[in-house]
């Protein structure tokens, strides 16, 4: 069975930082690409970032290039999604999500299997 589940959404202050964790099972990360996207209050869910197969990282979003990094633990079969400089503007809930793909898509509708979702709150 394939599930992802995220983990490490909290309350941060402007500036600072969170990392976020997308627990697989049921596959390993050199088997699906993994998605992070994000829905901020009012706002549609968005594509943020994308892991390959071939551990290739992919920013869709402009506004957090040079600010959040993806990175994977094979052992823990888990991906991170490292937050700095965290700005108002990020807070919302955070999913991660697969689709049995080795490719990237910023195409919610494609995607069929999603975690439960982690809250992130940037402010002071």
């Known amino acids: 069975q394939v599930l992802v589940v995220e983990s490490g959404g909290d309350l941060v202050q402007p500036g600072g930082s969170l990392r976020l964790s997308c627990a697989a099972s049921?596959?390993?990360?050199?088997?699906?690409?993994i998605n992070w996207f994000r829905r901020a209050p009012g706002k549609e869910r968005e594509a943020v970032a994308c892991?390959?197969?071939?551990?290739?990282?992919?920013i869709y979003q402009s506004s957090v290039e040079g600010r959040f990094t993806l990175s994977g633990d094979y052992a823990k079969n888990t991906l991170y999604l490292q937050m700095n400089n965290l700005k108002p503007e990020d807070t919302g809930v955070y999913y991660c999500?697969?689709?049995?793909?080795?490719?990237?898509?910023?195409?919610?509708?494609?995607?069929?299997?999603w975690g439960q979702g982690t809250q992130v709150t940037v402010s002071s």
């Open positions: 999500a697969t689709d049995r793909r080795r490719w990237c898509t910023k195409d919610p509708s494609v995607y069929s299997y």
């Open positions: 049921g596959f390993t990360l050199d088997m699906y690409a």
């Open positions: 892991m390959t197969t071939s551990n290739q990282s992919i």
